[in-house]
């Protein structure tokens, strides 16, 4: 499954543009229903123009505009209530990596969304160290496998063994297509949150790479 998440001016354009079976995303929606919130764009915006898909909690809205974890939960929930399936991203800064804290973060992050969700039959869940976005520098895959094992274990543990198994959990940080199939093989990373390098040939690698896992 392919989601591609350009800015809000240009959404119409590239749904119109692709074929049927990629499906687009907006990179943030408003937290409530519509009213006077100037330059904010509602889910029941997105609704109108039939864009299936929202990221929520990317790590530039938390650290740029503030975002906390219980605003992102907010957000996740008002979304779902529209229909919208969200991609709710989570991950740890470089000091918090540093101080051993990235699975508290995580979790804290997790937890302000199933705080507020009942159904996660429509979330996905970005795991997207800080420190790894746009940095060139990529978490090991034994690093992404240990966060993905622990965030999967502790959905079994507080939500259920059913949301553990089938929801996705998917790696954002510098992801390449030199790096994608070794991430990929891992057995807790289900695909992949990608940057940059969506803009370059080398995205058809990445998207080819979560054949492999299908295969095996």
């Not at 409530?32 to 929202?54: C, D, Q």
């Not at 998917?170 to 790096?179: A, E, F, K, P």
């Not at 803009?199 to 080819?208: A, R, S, T």
Request: aromatic share 8%.
């Amino acid at each position: 499954e392919v989601v591609i998440s350009p800015p809000f001016v240009f959404l119409p354009v590239v749904k119109s543009s692709l074929r049927p079976d990629f499906h687009v995303a907006a990179q943030n929606c408003w937290i409530k229903k519509g009213g006077a919130y100037t330059g904010e764009i509602s889910a029941e915006m997105l609704v109108n123009l039939e864009i299936p898909w929202v990221i929520l909690g990317h790590s530039e809205r938390r650290s740029l505009f503030g975002e906390s974890s219980e605003f992102v939960g907010d957000k996740v929930a008002y979304a779902l209530s529209q229909g919208l399936n969200v991609i709710a991203c989570i991950g740890e800064t470089l000091e918090q990596r540093e101080a051993g804290s990235t699975m508290e973060v995580v979790a804290a992050q997790t937890k302000a969304i199933s705080e507020r969700i009942t159904d996660w039959t429509k979330v996905v869940l970005a795991y997207e160290p800080v420190w790894a976005i746009g940095t060139g520098k990529v978490a090991t895959p034994a690093q992404a496998q240990e966060v993905h094992h622990e965030l999967r274990k502790w959905l079994q543990e507080n939500v259920s063994p059913q949301v553990s198994a089938s929801t996705r959990i998917i790696y954002g940080g510098s992801v390449s297509g030199s790096n994608c199939k070794e991430l990929v093989s891992q057995p807790d990373v289900d695909g992949f949150l990608v940057g940059g390098a969506s803009l370059k040939p080398e995205f058809m690698d990445i998207i080819k790479s979560a054949v492999v896992k299908k295969s095996a």
